[in-house]
């Protein structure tokens, strides 16, 4: 070819057809590739001896063009052509409609949806944002969420439950409110092995009944429920196991025990915990007895006393998560007022109000005392407490009483002969000039019979509700009897600045807000879900510190600083109504 280049400065063969050939009176055979007929003929007639992609001259092959929804047709030889295909086409021809989900673009915790025009969309589950989902939402911690399952294809994987409860090898207790419209359903799942064999523990529906499972290695405990479970409606549940003994309550009612068969005690679970479904059924344990996910939704899933989410980094994994539009915080505009936050319990809600607001729909606008000149600041100086009578009243005939005991306390089923509350709601503004110190306590103090504090104890059966600053931070600390539960704030807090505070608790959940931060939750492990104190509150400090070595030193430090727009269960509290009558300083603006 180099030679012939030379020669012609012809850079490419020619692409069409030739008839007939003759040099010199000798005829040229055209015949490609050449029969054994034609190589005996006469010697007037030349052979081709070699040849390289030769075809039988006819019409162009791109006329008419046999490319399909405008593709473009390219003659590759004298019979043959190739079609470039515009987006969302594919084939010899185009004719074949691409799908643009195969392979999906989209982030692994999102759906690809195809288009009609031929495109994608990537359908975000809650918390993720993008084109193709890739990002994370900068702050969807105060956003209400449900998700929604469709008993088919949905399901949410999160971390091991290894991984969420440090001990869960020995000890575990889980907490789940859900909603289901069938009988039958996964609610949760979380296995040892990806195919299925070894340790596993299982919460699910079946025929109507609810089945908590687990296996240690040498047999499964079942523990199901006497009655069938009403659908259509939330319900909670608390399943628990240390050692081989297991632990199920629905809704508040008889406890139901049971006994993984054998000798093993730990529980081994390496792979992710499945909510509401799993991607294939065949690769979880036989014994678990699953084969449909919930159709329903899970309102909320604890693990030792730790709220799992549902959005963000800890979900690894998603699949047809959808809101759940049927409850109240979801299904229409926020029924909380003034911008507040509507927080799910069961099928009610409770509103969370921003600062300046309260009220049960956060109706009610909070009055700028110190704009209308009411001077109720006061300062308290380190040596200064008050003290109060709080109006806590005996509620446990309450409909909302929801006593959980543990079948690990043995001396649960005491008497409550002290005045004790479900709920707990606390507003304060303050302005520190120190990085540590009580704002308030609310527990029990032993008394002579003359009066006179001679020991300092968190209440009578261990119980109390604390806000203090710890090391420049707003801490909660609450005991219904079991053990200490502490929240701590996400932002610190400058000396000399005003910052508003916001601590609540319902039975076991509780919640602190400092300002405009997102607020800060947790709950206490399965038990009691009164706080039974002496019905005493003390604001600043206390008459001797608490004799716990569970608490920072802070608790037993008095607030250096100012205090204002007090109220403890929607009730104002001034200074001139403490009980210990301190003598306090108006606080200098």
Not at 549 to 555: E, S, V, W
Request: positive net charge; charged residues 20%; contains cysteine.
């Amino acid at each position: 070819m180099p030679r012939i280049v030379e020669q012609t400065t012809a850079t490419k063969g020619l692409m069409g057809c030739i008839n007939y050939l003759s040099l010199n009176g000798v005829m040229f055979s055209l015949s490609w590739p050449p029969n054994e007929g034609t190589r005996s003929i006469s010697t007037s007639r030349r052979v081709p001896l070699y040849g390289a992609c030769v075809g039988e001259c006819q019409a162009d092959p791109c006329r008419p063009s046999p490319c399909q929804h405008g593709g473009f047709c390219q003659v590759l030889e004298a019979d043959s052509f190739h079609c470039s295909c515009p987006v969302g086409y594919s084939g010899p021809t185009c004719a074949d409609v691409a799908n643009p989900c195969q392979p999906s673009p989209c982030h692994n915790v999102s759906r690809c949806l195809r288009q009609t025009n031929g495109g994608f969309r990537c359908e975000c589950p809650f918390g993720r944002e993008g084109t193709y989902c890739e990002r994370e939402m900068a702050d969807v911690s105060d956003t209400v969420f449900i998700p929604a399952f469709n008993g088919l294809t949905s399901y949410i994987e999160t971390r091991s439950l290894k991984q969420l409860a440090h001990n869960a090898k020995n000890h575990l207790t889980i907490e789940v409110v859900f909603f289901s419209r069938r009988p039958n359903g996964l609610i949760f799942y979380n296995g040892q092995k990806s195919s299925g064999r070894g340790d596993f523990i299982s919460l699910a529906l079946a025929f109507g009944y609810l089945e908590f499972r687990y296996n240690l290695g040498k047999g499964t405990a079942v523990l199901r429920s006497p009655k069938m479970v009403s659908l259509n409606e939330w319900h909670t549940v608390v399943v628990s196991r240390t050692g081989r003994k297991g632990f199920m309550r629905i809704d508040g009612g008889a406890e139901i025990l049971g006994d993984s068969p054998a000798n093993h005690m730990s529980l081994d679970l390496r792979e992710s915990l499945y909510l509401g479904g799993v991607p294939d059924y065949s690769k979880i344990a036989s014994a678990a007895a699953v084969t449909d996910g919930l159709d329903g939704a899970i309102q909320k899933l604890s693990v030792d006393a730790t709220e799992v989410k549902f959005h963000g980094s800890g979900v690894r994994d998603a699949g047809d998560i959808h809101p759940f539009i049927h409850h109240v915080c979801i299904r229409r505009g926020n029924p909380c007022k003034n911008s507040g936050t509507c927080r799910p319990r069961m099928a009610y809600f409770t509103c969370d109000c921003r600062p300046g607001f309260h009220g049960r729909m956060c109706e009610t606008a909070v009055i700028d005392r110190m704009a209308l000149h009411h001077h109720d600041t006061f300062a308290l100086d380190g040596q200064t407490f008050l003290e109060y009578q709080s109006s806590v009243r005996s509620n446990t005939n309450s409909q909302w009483n929801n006593e959980v005991p543990s079948p690990f306390i043995k001396d649960f089923a005491r008497k409550h002969s002290t005045p004790t509350q479900l709920t707990n709601l606390i507003e304060l503004t303050i302005r520190t000039e120190v990085t540590q110190g009580l704002l308030l306590w609310l527990g029990h103090v032993p008394r002579t019979p003359r009066g006179v504090v001679v020991a300092w104890t968190s209440g009578s059966n261990g119980d109390y509700l604390a806000l203090a600053i710890v090391d420049s931070r707003v801490q909660m600390t609450f005991n219904l009897g079991v053990r200490p539960v502490t929240l701590t704030s996400t932002v610190k807090i400058n000396t000399n600045q005003w910052v508003h505070i916001k601590a609540r608790r319902i039975r076991r959940e509780a919640s602190l807000q400092v300002d405009n931060e997102a607020p800060v939750t947790a709950s206490s492990p399965f038990g009691s879900t009164n706080l039974d104190t002496d019905g005493r509150m003390w604001l600043g400090g206390l008459p001797k510190p608490p004799m716990t070595n569970r608490l920072p030193k802070a608790y037993g430090t008095r607030f250096v600083g100012c205090m204002r727009d007090i109220r403890v269960d929607r009730k104002v509290l001034r200074a001139e109504d403490a009980t210990n009558k301190p003598r306090v300083q108006a606080c200098l603006m």
